[in-house]
């Protein structure tokens, strides 16, 4: 991501997650907001301030077409648990970069 920022730039760019719980979800959206918090991988002090969405995010399930949605995305809808994910990608979102939907 960082390469393709530095080569490409960050415009009409949108990081998708499909990460399975809260707080893996908190942790890559602020590694692609605000740097890796773990100051150990390489972005480590690297702003991206790209927007992050999970990809069961209503704005995300909007914009998608629905049979493909359901094949890749539909079981994971029933499984997991998915307020503490949104919330928590939408936390960071807003916080980082003022972006609250797609």
């Known amino acids: 991501m960082k390469r393709a920022a530095e080569k490409d730039g960050t415009d009409d760019v949108v990081v998708l997650l499909g990460t399975p719980t809260a707080e893996s979800s908190e942790l890559y959206a602020v590694t692609m907001t605000e740097g890796d918090p773990s100051w150990a991988g390489a972005l480590a002090g690297v702003s991206l301030n790209l927007p992050v969405?999970?990809?069961?995010?209503?704005?995300?399930?909007?914009?998608s077409d629905p049979d493909l949605y359901e094949d890749e995305v539909g079981?994971?809808?029933?499984?997991?648990?998915?307020?503490?994910?949104?919330?928590?990608v939408r936390v960071v979102r807003e916080r980082t970069s003022g972006v609250t939907n797609a």
């Open 53 to 63: 969405f999970h990809v069961t995010e209503d704005e995300i399930k909007a914009q």
């Open 75 to 88: 079981i994971s809808e029933m499984v997991l648990d998915l307020d503490p994910i949104k919330t928590s």
